[in-house]
């Protein structure tokens, strides 16, 4: 069990979307994990200090990504290099170096969690995959059943609710829709606070 001291790690995730089939590559936590076990969720994970880089952020994901830093927050660029990163190892698919990473939501865990995270969430195209999207043959053994899910498919497995809010997004801008700010689930403070950045 967590206790309010629980530090927060940063960690980014990527939404690899297959445009053409409406789909997201998901994978499900295994069932020992004591992180959101058995649930079903996009590749991602906690920072590193190796990570840096930071192609394929433009300005704007940018300055948004540094607003409301926590104390040790990462640079933009060690976040898409995490996501970048965390995608290739969990699934096997590697973006190709320029690919553009869309900053699209960020969540931090709220506290009683046993780990807790500041969580952003990168939006990411299939058309930049190196090689096949449906080979997951190096991926590493963390995401069992990964697969491309339909958005309105995904809504009925066990998903974490932050997973399920960032759904929501995807289908609106798989949609074509204007993102007004990227949403932000803010749970480092005594009060939970929705923000826009």
């Known amino acids: 069990m967590a206790t309010p001291e629980t530090p927060i790690l940063a960690a980014a995730a990527v939404v690899l979307l297959w ?6 590559l998901m994978g499900q936590r295994g069932a020992e994990a004591v992180f959101m076990p058995s649930k079903v969720v996009f590749p991602g994970g906690r920072v590193d200090s190796e990570d840096a880089g930071g ?39 590697r973006l190709r170096e320029a690919a553009p990473l869309r900053f699209i939501f960020r969540a931090i865990t709220p506290a009683g969690s046993p780990r807790r995270f500041d969580a952003r969430f990168f939006l990411a195209d299939v058309g930049d995959v190196l090689g096949d999207p449906l080979d997951f043959s190096q991926a590493e053994a963390e995401l069992s059943h990964l697969g491309w899910i339909g958005l309105d498919q995904a809504r009925g497995l066990d998903l974490p609710f932050i997973t399920e809010v960032v759904l929501s997004e995807v289908g609106a801008l798989a949609r074509g829709l204007d993102q007004p700010g990227v949403p ?12 826009r950045l």
């Open 55 to 93: 192609l394929g952020i433009s300005e704007t994901c940018a300055e948004r990504l540094a607003r409301h830093p926590l104390p040790g927050s990462p640079s933009a660029g060690a976040l898409a290099a995490c996501a970048r990163r965390e995608l290739q190892e969990e699934t096997g698919l």
């Open 19 to 24: 445009p053409q089939r409406g789909a997201v």
């Open 184 to 195: 932000f689930f803010d749970n480092s403070g005594p009060v939970p606070t929705f923000r």
